[in-house]
């Protein structure tokens, strides 16, 4: 031992001693038995890196690269599929039936009450499959649409009492091509035979009750009806 | 290794890289979305750039209260570890042929929430658009007996019981409306002369679900009829 | 540094690097005893939640009436348990014993550090409680609630703070490899650990910008985290254990380099055919497959240090756990590579493949490595030897067959219910029934694993506590018949 261990303070007068009395402490020959067996720490050799692996990785580099700009869909925001295909994405207006337009408002707007279905929930929301408020006089069902509705009426034989609110330019300020939509999809949905309501039809009822500011009551919806428009006939 | 700057420059600038090419960039291109009209139109101005047409609503609707309380006890519950909340594309995975939504989702579907919850595991079914697949009252009554015990209505499924949620009582006078419907004679309804109704968390949890629908297009997402 | 090792103070044999390692490993005793205690109490409570949340995947009425054990909670119990419990307090220990024996630096001010190590659990037990009682965030691997993380991410901070300044009074001038992991480690978790909870949790960024830091944040605590972690403890236990230097310098610094560059954006590989932009997600996907430079790398790396000395290995607990985490090392990152490709994912994703592979490379690889440093640390430590070889061998083959059956249930199992729920013909309730008898698999390789962990514990607690331990002058415990003494 040419090195004095860096934990041992002993100067060395006392180191003799120090050892001896090492040789009976059990720890201390704990100690010196797992210093003793005690490797080297650990370095490296300097073997070279094989060379055919460098060609795997150059290989699966350019992999990388080809796939990211295949894939990528031109990094931009509003691509979701790898086959992203940017000038194909110009956003053409999708031309769908009035009938169509009318069931997506319904979805959105009209069937957490109403249900999906039309069934409405008993006591609460008034079913409109079957609801001759619905079906009948068109410019009944546009004036609820326009203005809302409140108070009692009477529906399939049951008494509901509810407030509904307003879809025109004092409420949810919907356009007239879905408001005639919705319409349309509400009067021709779950066995509801009645006619369509035309844009140009609503525009007309609209100037007429835009004005209004009030929600229509059951009794005041069945006076001053005009005439059915002939351009909608039933189908 | 002896080259102190260099190592320490490469572990700062190896996170770095991918701290900004992954987080910083997202959020630089989708933390600016704003919610939308389900189509863009040619503005009167320039026709080639596209604009939302006025007065047409804005999608993803904002989550109302109760639905919120709902997505509380969603979190606190971890259905995440079961249910994902995203729809992949149709052609990808059967998403879409399973009738869990009518397109895909993508990133503005959820702008409007303060907590994603994407989810990577489908013990359970998707539920992106469960609003959409169990709806009215019937659906609600329906997620409550789910809940209650998934045995009533799913027989086989691993899905745990939430009847913590509920509270069995002694009917008292006439039965709450709020009670669970239980088929007849099932085995899981409670003794003659008791009820099982929702607790308010209960409740809040099948608002949640029935509020969650992917039922609007988004010009870059539109719906496939 | 070849040139050097002659007068290297590293080289065999020197009665000063001895002592001074001997001197290093008081220094850091207390400390590192108690992280490892920590460390075995969590893994004993991780278990306990595992074998509740294994059996309830199968058996959902079982303890149902329960709230707080319902099973997204016990679940998320068990992750953090096993992650930030004994994965953390094990990489204290054993990390930063390593830190301070490579910078030849004794750990000074320990008793700062072991009231850190001790806010340090405090902290996490009043996140898991807190999960427990229904505020868990529900964000996958961070899961634990906002009350408890900021006491998480100071005592993380104070810990982290020794490997620095081990490495900044380090003596001599060559850099091991085994340093640049633990050191790379140590600067990284508390970043990604700290981006993740302002992103999503203290100032949620919006909408699937979380998701995406949520995946580059859960991947990369494995990635850059533990797995820098155990490939440190490995380069550093491979060579001192078999007294022989490791194949190759330069195989480690492209293994390190590649892992630093590419492994940090795989993460978002999670997210294939998910509501975020493609190019983040094919991004993704390159650097998954890029991994497989650096894994290829290290395998080698080690193979070759290893190479021949086989029946060194067997004999060794140290290395009989080191290469098999090793090996797993392998096998794990290659799956998880093949697992990145689209057409793989889009069976794999949103499958107990999934959960299958993230044990593989949590337990197979990470888990194992550690048990294989403790298996070393722990007599220099105490000055004492293990005190049976049975127990070490039970916990090897409890953990080895444990894992390997629980991966090949959950990944055949994965795979079938991936293929049937692509299928829509398939009621989405039968996907769920076939996985049934998978999950039954798995619950029994948990138990397997409890078994390894019971006399993984009683072996230290008898290390610990027992005054007929085997004294160290009467050799190392060893797995098998040998005529010469030896290293463990």
Redesign the interface.
Known sequence: ???Q????SSNSNSREALEKAAMQD??M??????????????????????IF?MF??AA??F??GV??VE????????????H?DPNANAPKPVEISLYDRGAKVFRNQCAACHQAEGNGVPGVYPPLEGSTWVTGHPEVVSRILINGLNGKIEVKGNSYNGNMPAFGPSGLALSEKDLAGVITFIRQSWGNDASEVTEQMIADYSANYSARSTPWTAAELKEGLGPIPEAAPAE | ??N?PL?FC???F??A???S???LS??K?????TRTTETLVPSDNDPTVMVMPEGEPLFPAMPGGIEQQGKEV?????????H?Q?I??SG???DF??GWGPR????????T?????????????DLANVGGRIFQQGGRDWHHLHLYN?QIT?E?????????LYEEREIDGAASKDALKFPPDSKYAPAAGYEVVPTHRAKALVEYLLSLKINYSLPEAPIIE | ??NS?NE?P??????????????ID?SIRSAALFFVISAVSWLMVGTVFALLAAF???E??FA????FL????V??AHLNAMALGWGNNIIFAVGLWIMA??CRAPINHKGLLLVAGIFWNIGLTVGIAGILK???????WLEIPHYATPLLAISYALIGVWGVMAFRFRKG??????Q?YI??AL??FP??YV?AQI??IWF??????????NW?FAHNVLG?WLTPMALGTA??L??????R??????????GF?AL??FY??A??H??I??????????????AS??M??PV??VG?NHH?SVVGLHKEVWRSPTLRFIVFGAISYTLVSLTGSAMAL?SVN?VT???HF??GHSHHGVYAFFTMIMFGGVYYMM??LL??EWPSASLIKIHFWASALGITVMVVALQTGGWIQGLE????EIP??ET??N??PW?KARSISGVMLTIGHIAFAINIAWMLFAAGAV???Q??TLLADTKE???V
């Open positions: 031992m040419s090195e261990p860096h934990n041992s059990e720890h020959q704990d100690v010196h038995a797992q210093l003793m067996r005690e490797k080297e720490e650990p370095h490296e050799g300097f073997s070279p890196v094989p692996l795997v990785f699966l580099c992999w990388g796939y990211l894939y990528s869909g031109n990094f931009q925001a509003n691509a979701f599929s790898p992203f | 290794m002896k102190l190592l490469g572990i700062f190896a996170l890289f991918s701290f090419g992954l987080i997202s959020h291109q989708l933390g600016s979305l969603y979190i606190s519950m971890g259905c995440i570890y079961c994902t995203q992949r594309r990808f995975g059967a042929d399973r895909q989702t993508v990133a503005r579907d959820y702008i929430q303060d907590r994603v919850l994407l989810g990577t595991m489908r013990a359970g079914p998934p799913s086989g499924s691993t899905m745990p019981p939430f009847a913590f | 540094m070849s090792s290297s590293y080289s065999a044999n020197s009665a000063a690097v001895r002592a001074e390692l001997s001197e008081s309830k995947a199968h959902p009425d149902s009436t329960f709230e319902t099973f997204g909670r679940r998320s024996r490579l229904g505020d868990i965030t529900s964000v996958e001038d060559h850099v091991y490899v085994s640049w050191l790379a600067f990284w970043w990604l981006v992103m999503i949620p960024a919006r909408g699937v910008v979380q998701s995406v830091t580059w850059l380069y550093y491979i060579p001192k254990v078999l007294g230097p490791i194949y190759s310098y330069y195989l480690s610094v492209l380099w630093a560059i940090n954006w993460g978002v999670h997210l055919g998910g509501p975020i932009p493609v190019w983040l997600i094919s991004a993704g996907i390159v497959v890029m497989v430079i290829i790398v080698i070759m689209r889009e994703h949103f499958t999934t959960v007599p220099r000055k004492r729920m692509n299928n829509a989405f309730l769920v029934q996985t049934i999950l004294r160290a002058k050799g190392p003494g030896g290293n």
